[in-house]
Each structure stands twice: as C-alpha cells, then as structure tokens.
C-alpha cells in the first residue's frame, strides 16, 4: 500500500503512530533549521515536519520539493504545538522519517488554491489541475451526495431507473437537434435528445408508472448563463396523478436533499404562487425571496404632470430600498448606467429619497409636488431614509429590467446570503410564450388590431 491513512484522516486519537501518506506538495514553509510541508488529497491536508538538526539529508531533500510533487511519507504522527483549527488535521503533525518523491512536477501555471490566480481560459486548458482545487472538488463530491440521494428518495417512492436510448430520431422541441452520422446508414443521421420524453410517454403506456433518469441531455442552442449544450437533469414521469400528487412527491425530494445534505429541515410546506403574480411583483418566473423590493405600480398616479417619460409609458413601477437614503449622487448614476446596459435595456432610473427628516428630493421635482411624492411613498409603504427607484416603458421589458435592478440592489445590500434558501413552487404557467418577432408582424400588417399580452 502508498499509504495507510488520507489526508485528511488523522486525528489526535491517532497520536504515536507509525503511519504513510502520499499525495501532493500545497506549500512549503522554511523557519530556521524547519521545514513545513502541507501535504493534499482529495480528502484534505497534513502538515509534514523536517528538522535539520535531527536529519540533515532529509531536510535537504525536503527543500527541494516544489508546488504539486507527488510524494509519499512515513512518520510518527505528534500533537502540534501551534494548532489550526482551520482544518480537521489541524492538532497533529507527521514527523517524517522517509521521503520518496513519486513524480517531479513542472511549477503550475496557476495556484491550486480556492482564489486561484487563474482565469478561465487557463484553468480550462489544464483542467487536470483546476480540478485538484478545493471547492472544485466540493462541487463534484456535492454532485455525487445529491445524484445518490435523488435515487435513494424516488426508489423509496416507487420509481423506476431505466436508460432511455442516446441515438434517436429527431424529436425537435425549443431547440435545433445535435445530429450525428449513421456509418450503417449514409446519408442518414441520429440525432441526440433533447429530453427523453418520447420514451418516458412510451413507458408511461407500457405500465411503467413511476419513472426516472438522470440523465444527459443536448440541445444545440446558444449559450446562457444557466444552460450550456450539454447538461444532466432528473427526469421523472408518472401515471394516474394530478398536480397536487406532482407537487408533494417533488416538494418532499427537495426537502430530503436539503436535510441530508444541507442538514436543514423545512417542516412547513413550500409557498405558492402563480406565474402572473411572480411577473407582477417580482419580473421573473423564479423570484429570489430572499428579501422584499416587491414591485409597485404607479401609473395611475404620474399621469397628467407634463413628464412625457411617464405619460407615454404603457407601465410605470419601481422598487423600495429601505434605508437607502443616503445614496449619494454618484451611487445613483451607477445605478443608472447599471439599468442602461444593453443587456437589460432600461432608458433611464427615476429615484426619490425620503429623507429622515421626512423632506423628498427627486430626479423629476420639476413635474411633482412633495403631495405627489408623498402619495407615490404610501403606494410603497416607505419610512424616512427609505430609497424609491422606478422604471418606465414597456411592460414586459420593464418588468425584466427591474427584476434585475432589485437582484443588483439585493446583491449591493448584502440581502443575497448564500447560506439562506426561501424555495418557492411558481404554477400556472402560461401555455404560450409572448414572442417579440409576432408582435412585431401584427404591429406590420394589422396596426389597429395588434395583440398584447394580457
């Protein structure tokens, strides 16, 4: 055996033994006549300890070890003196007594370190080595807890894994099919699925009445921030239910995963709320509520004051920062140029401060009184020192627009925490997606009757 016990494995219970490691050089530190070396697997670090004074050659042999060597020890394992309660191992060290070096390596073109000094590009062209990094290896160990226990829960559900085919005729469905040439067959092509959801209605007809997969899926379409060509998804399909039946079977899944993964128990059941009002109140089909900034409408009461932005707008709304007051002038105009970028399309932000003392000030005080503003300030139930950011134009865009203007303002006042979860069923969505080509072709042929949506 390379080794007797990981990384990550020892403890003071293990103090006196003989033991071997192996894995690689994370850092070396010289201090006098010492040195230290942090030694890594996947399973965590070990500090190893060279003294000169007791072995000369073998510290010799130590110094000259660099970043990412692949080395294997033997020692006696000590308590540390100086311990880091960082680490699991951080109350014992490995007094080594035998070093071999399994495999020399060139100087990384990147630390293997969680703030890696690599970008992208870099690690991608050596993603051997981007993969040794921590909370890479976290993300994959994270990936295996959650596909095991999806399978354990829905096999305790009565659910059935079975592989669907991988090469299959074209099914188009939202997006362009990968094709791959049939040798047995020229001329003719598989296409790779989209989902598997021909063959999961098939199995639904052949009495197969709980079904799932994780499986890989691939659509040739352009890249988004949550969607690449290929990815994998839990695909499920089941018979004689209705959507309550759907509703609790996954709602119960989701919380499985979180209690034996996260640790946390969600004993409440999960809110609902349907897709117009996640569009309303928030711009999006799966709203962080996290924290507030619901949206407030204001149409009704900026109409008739001479400000064309707000006169010709099909739809006027905004959001409440609390205690945002004190947003400088500069903070502002970040804001604005925040809203202005092509990728979310706004023309311009209208802001309104409530001041602690309770006096207004405006980026349209030219067209509104302070009874106007205080009107628009009980419309969005805000306090002195609150902050008021509107958006006008067209519905849908706007909406998308403040959507992201409340995840910006959510993210600048630290509302985001990583570590909070606020899940949310949205339901009844629409059969139909508003297309943007299809407004534009009645506009074209019939300016009087062209649709909008409701």
């Known amino acids: 055996m390379y080794r007797t016990h990981t990384c990550g494995e020892l403890r003071l219970s293990d103090t006196d033994k003989n033991v071997t490691l192996a894995g690689w050089v994370q850092r070396t530190r010289k ?19 060279f003294n000169h004074e007791n072995n000369p050659e073998l510290c010799d042999q130590a110094n000259k070890l660099g970043r990412e060597f692949v080395i294997q020890v033997s020692g006696i394992v000590k308590e540390r003196s100086n311990k880091n309660k960082n680490i699991p191992t951080g109350d014992i060290e490995l007094i080594v007594s035998n070093l071999a070096i399994l495999h020399a390596s060139d100087v990384p073109p990147f630390t293997i370190e969680d703030d890696s ?26 990936r295996h807890k959650m596909t095991f226990e999806v399978r354990r829960y829905l096999d ?15 099914t188009p469905e939202g997006a362009r099919d990968f094709v791959v040439p049939s040798r047995m067959n020229p001329g003719e092509f598989y296409a790779l699925p989209q989902s598997p959801q021909t063959f999961k209605q098939l199995l639904m007809v052949s009495g197969f009445d709980r079904y799932f997969q994780v499986v890989k899926c691939f659509r040739d379409e352009d890249l988004r921030a949550d969607r690449q060509p290929e990815f994998t998804q839990i695909d499920c399909e089941m018979s004689f239910v209705e959507q309550e039946d759907v509703l609790n079977t996954f709602e119960g899944m989701i919380k499985h995963l979180f209690k034996e993964i996260k640790k ?46 707000f006169d010709n707008a099909e ?6 920062a609390e205690g945002c007051a004190t947003y400088t002038r500069k903070q502002l105009d970040e804001l604005t140029e925040f809203v202005k970028r092509p990728q979310i399309g706004a023309k311009g932000l209208v802001y309104v401060r409530y001041d602690e003392n309770g006096a207004f000030k405006s980026s349209v005080d030219k067209f509104y009184s302070t009874e106007d503003l205080l009107k628009w300030a009980e419309r969005f139930n805000a306090k002195p020192g609150d902050l008021i950011l509107i958006l006008a134009g067209d519905r849908i865009k706007t909406q998308k627009a403040l959507c992201e203007l409340r995840l910006e303002m959510g993210n600048r006042l630290g509302l985001r925490n990583k570590d909070k979860f606020a899940p949310l069923w949205v339901i009844d969505f629409p059969l139909l997606e508003w297309d943007e080509e299809t407004q534009r072709y009645y506009a074209m042929h019939h300016p009087f009757t062209s649709p909008k949506p409701e």
């Open 31 to 49: 201090m006098g006549g010492m040195t230290f070396i942090d030694i890594r697997d996947r399973y965590g670090i070990t500090q190893l300890v």
């Open 117 to 142: 000094d690599g970008g992208d590009d870099l690690r991608m062209q050596y993603r051997y080595l981007d993969l040794r990094r921590n909370c890479v290896r976290k993300n994959l160990e994270l």
């Open 315 to 320: 739809y006027v709304a905004g959001i409440c």
């Open 264 to 309: 946390i128990d969600f004993t409440e059941p999960f809110p609902r709320m349907t897709w117009a009002d996640a569009m309303k109140y928030y711009g999006s089909d799966k709203p962080d509520l996290r924290f507030g900034m619901r949206f407030v409408e204001l149409k009704d009461l900026t109409i008739g004051k001479d400000f064309g932005v």
């Open 156 to 170: 305790q559900q009565n659910f059935l894994e079975i592989e669907t085919p991988m090469l299959i005729k074209s």
